[in-house]
């Protein structure tokens, strides 16, 4: 006997029949005598749907209370979800009990819209798996030290349900979600795209920082610090496939690298198009000058990602980053109204219509070259680099967006990764 | 300076227009200097879609533990109101804060789906109000002893604004409605129906129980028990209308005699046609034989209504009653099944196709004759009685459904409370 957690994506969740079927596959592993907790997103299109009403209301919530009241307001989505799978399962005759974030407790901070899981109570969740339920525990919320509903941002429901894991030292997390794994990258995109038997933690947290759209980053980062055993995997299955192939399905991420069982260099290739690149040229060359322009778009509340700091010459030098697109123009006028007049800096330039393309793998830790290998199969293809950054096991270019599907296509090939590559193998 | 509750219906927060047009209202009156505290029912047809929902995974659930599950998926329609009223009022510019039952929290029983409140915590509500906020409450729910969620049944924000208010001590409690207020009876049978500037709580109580659908039973109760001055008006008024035109509008419920200011004898007609009548005929007349009766009928969770037992000749007598008519089946059921072979009784009969109508009024009490001229109204319109009940301030029959309108309408102009009437006073 197993202790297991679930969980099911919005899409999953998009109907009471999808509902039924979930109900079933997670009656199977009951059956099988394990013990269940499961977290389901909200019906797919239900969080839009109330964020669209309150935004007829308040178009940009910004002051803490609306944004506690938009959360409250969100936060319904996963419990409707909640009640109704719990019904599913009784109906199935398994004995199953929702709980909202707030009955559990899982208790986060109150940054209200991106809130942290602080801690996750398991007494009663244990007690109802003693009687031998199933718990059904809400994602994307908790409450705060003072009782207000928070939600942890979107996809945050992957966060609750590895959060749920470590707090009750489940024997695996199981993702059930719209792929069935992770892949060396999007299908889309690369037709001879290989799904990963398993991947390591690390690269994990690269591949979703990168773009990769499987996981929420702060559900690997969790995975991670309390090494819970992670399998991304489908949900499109029949729900009565056997229990052992659905256990070994998808994608396992792991912690050990030696049970890493395809020691490939590069394990995949991550890319993004909602960056946009930003560059303040002539930039006097003193101490601090980096918080003088960082400083003042951090205060903006606008991310920042890629930071490039070229060696200067005659005592000015280029800076540049890249933003989210969407905080682009805010960004831009940022640095026009306070940063160009504070630093003295000669003038800001800007792009939208950049990507950034990454190879990721914990090989390349041990095995020199790739990154030159990288930087040749661009320069054949003649596809120009415009920022570089690296990380022990990452390379990311910043590279002209139109370019984005050939760069991802000649790096998959030229790191063995196509499927036939590895069939020949 | 007043503290006032204010309640509005499902079709108030029917759409984001229809909520903004409901924080104007709130805001006018914050603006003339009073505390509002607001309970908002769920968007119109939301609780419907939620139970739809349920119902589709659980035709009839009827278990404790499933019972659970559906007030904890009904109860998030209010969720989202609150949340998103106290979002519509920010937006006005008027602090505001919303609560769930449970975080007020506002405690009641475990009876799942019909739960009834028990306390409700002010301090949180105290604090909120002395800091200017207005403080906007989830209606029809709160959580039990064990911390699950419960909801008090159908139109059961009524009850929980009331509740409020009592808790609050408040001022007035206000109940926006689709109506403007309560009527000498339904205007859709008889157009020359008035509307009642005050009733008294005794006189609301037996129109809530006779099926005039304005408030619910419970909140009436309520009201009565903790002396609330309840108002009920119309939610269609335009929000702008002056404050004071407003505050006198609709029907005041009145806890004092002399307080009302029209003494007519009967106050209003109340009718109902949800009921369905069940004799058993030629019951041995012995004692006890009451409870052998409608024992099996209340244990099978039927209600029962008017109850008729005649005098009894040759040690035989007949034992009528009424049930809602969705219970008719299953009452007749129970007694042929268990009532006729423990009591020896001769045969059931039962018509579904009947109503009740009823005479309400405080006058009674004091004047002779009353229920003599409402007999020899149905008489003179050839309608026969079924079925005769009395209270101290109402009398009811029981006729054939077909009969029902032309009996409000020959009562209604028998007992002078046709508009036309009262303006020739």
Not at 132 to 145: L, N, P, R, S
Not at 232 to 257: H, M, N
Not at 398 to 410: F, H
């Amino acid at each position: 006997m197993a202790l297991i957690v679930h969980k099911y994506g919005g899409t999953s969740m998009g109907s009471t029949e999808r509902i039924r079927s979930v109900a079933q596959r997670v009656a199977k592993w009951v059956r099988a005598g394990h013990q269940l907790v499961v977290v389901p997103s909200a019906m797919s299109g239900e969080t839009n749907r109330l964020l669209g009403l309150a935004k007829e209301l308040m178009p940009n919530p910004s002051a803490p209370e609306a944004l506690r009241e938009l959360d409250a307001v969100a936060a319904t989505g996963e419990q409707v979800s909640v009640g109704l799978l719990a019904l599913a399962l009784q109906a199935q005759g398994v004995p199953a009990v929702s709980y909202g974030g707030w009955q559990v407790p899982v208790q986060t901070d109150s940054a209200y819209t991106k809130a942290r899981i602080a801690s996750i109570d398991d007494a009663r969740i244990r007690a109802d798996l003693a009687c031998g339920k199933v718990v059904v525990i809400t994602g994307f919320q908790g409450i705060d030290a003072l009782g207000n509903v928070t939600t942890l941002g979107r996809g945050g429901s992957d966060t609750s349900a590895v959060a749920v894991a470590a707090a009750l030292k489940a024997d695996e997390c199981l993702i059930y979600t719209d792929v069935d794994g992770v892949y060396t990258t999007d299908p889309r995109i690369v037709p001879e795209a290989r799904r990963l038997a398993s991947i390591s933690f690390e690269e994990m947290l690269e591949m979703a920082s990168l773009g990769s759209k499987v996981l929420q980053i702060r559900s690997v980062e969790f995975a991670g610090k309390y090494r819970v055993p992670t399998r991304v995997l489908s949900s499109f299955t029949p729900w009565d496939i056997p229990i052992e192939d659905e256990a070994q399905s998808g994608t396992l991420i792991t912690f050990e690298e030696d049970e890493k069982m395809e020691q490939a260099v590069v394990s995949g290739i991550a890319f993004n198009r909602d960056e946009a690149k930003i560059s303040v040229i002539g930039v006097p060359d003193r101490p601090g000058i980096a918080f003088q322009i960082i400083g003042p778009v951090a205060a903006a509340n606008i991310d920042i990602d890629v930071i490039i700091q070229n060696v200067s010459h005659d005592g000015r030098t280029d800076f540049s980053f890249t933003v989210h697109r969407n905080d682009y123009q805010r960004a831009m006028g940022v640095l026009e109204s306070q940063v160009l007049p504070a630093t003295g800096a000669a003038r800001v330039i800007g792009d939208a219509k950049i990507c950034k393309v990454s190879i990721v793998g914990i090989g390349m830790r041990s095995h020199v070259g790739v990154a030159s290998t990288m930087f040749r199969t661009l320069s054949e293809e003649g596809i120009n680099i415009q920022m570089i950054t690296t990380s022990e096991i990452k390379t990311s270019v910043v590279i002209d967006e139109k370019y984005m599907e050939l760069a991802v296509r000649a790096l998959h090939k030229a790191f063995d990764l196509d499927a036939s590559a590895v069939a020949a193998e």
